[in-house]
Nanobody, 127 residues
């Protein structure tokens, strides 16, 4: 059974930093890929970044490029999202997600590409 647990959210002022963690258990795949998504109040969930641990590929939404960095600790089944220069518009619940490898074309920042989800962690950025 795959379980994903996020942590590290909190409240910061604009310009500050946070590091989110995603602990993945029971997750195996030919090409393990973890995505980070966020959902702000009244808005749809959007893809932020994705990282594939076997290939090292990373993907970022334009809105976070240069500010957010995704990384992994494969030995401990952890994925991290370091967020720098946070802006009020980054305020949202952040979720990590994992996908099964099926060999088909997939879109790293699309919700439909992922099969397992964590419960989310709140990030609030004040101006």
């Amino acid at each position: 059974q795959v379980q994903l647990v996020e942590s590290g959210g909190g409240s910061v002022q604009a310009g500050g930093s946070l590091r989110l963690s995603c602990a993945a258990s029971g997750y195996t795949s030919n090409d393990p890929c973890i995505g980070w998504f966020r959902q702000a109040p009244g808005k749809e969930r959007e893809g932020v970044t994705a990282i594939c641990t076997a290939s090292g590929r990373t993907f970022y939404a334009d809105s976070v490029k240069g500010r957010f960095t995704s990384s992994t600790d494969n030995a401990n089944d952890m994925v991290y999202l370091k967020m720098n220069n946070l802006k009020p518009e980054d305020t949202a619940i952040y979720y990590c997600a994992a996908r099964n490898w099926d060999g088909a074309t997939w879109y790293p920042l699309a919700q439909s590409s992922y099969h397992y989800w964590g419960q989310g962690t709140q990030v609030t950025v004040s101006s």
